[in-house]
Nanobody
Framework: QVQLVESGGDSVQTGTSLRLSCEASGPPYFMYCMGWFRQAPGKERERIASIDETGPTNYTDSVKGRFTISRDNSKFTLYLQMNSLKPDDTAMYYC???????????????????WGQGTQVTVSS
């Protein structure tokens, strides 16, 4: 069983930065692909970034150039560095993991198997 615990969410001003962390526990096999998702009130959940155990990353267009996903496999921790935050970035941010490759999951639109409880990010103008 995999457990994911997010942290780092906060209320910040436009233009500032935050770094989210996701501490994972469980068999590493189940965390080959890890990703960050977010859901704003009244909107569907969207995948914003994903990263395979071997490093390939993928970003949704709205965060490219501002957000960076990374992982420290030795610490079983996933990160999301968020720069130049905007009010549109306000959402609950979730960490997710799966044993399949990110590319396959993302192309097929598959639901990631394991999810954290989320951490709130609020950006005010």
């Amino acid at each position: 069983q995999v457990q994911l615990v997010e942290s780092g969410g906060d209320s910040v001003q436009t233009g500032t930065s935050l770094r989210l962390s996701c501490e994972a526990s469980g068999p590493p096999y189940f965390m080959y692909c890890m990703g960050w998702f977010r859901q704003a009130p009244g909107k569907e959940r969207e995948r914003i970034a994903s990263i395979d155990e071997t490093g390939p990353t993928n970003y949704t267009d709205s965060v490219k150039g501002r957000f960076t996903i990374s992982r420290d496999n030795s610490k079983f921790t996933l990160y999301l560095q968020m720069n130049s935050l905007k009010p549109d970035d306000t959402a609950m941010y979730y960490c997710a993991a799966d044993s399949a490759a990110c590319r396959w999951l993302n192309l097929q639109g598959r639901e990631y198997k394991y999810w954290g409880q989320g951490t709130q990010v609020t950006v005010s103008s």
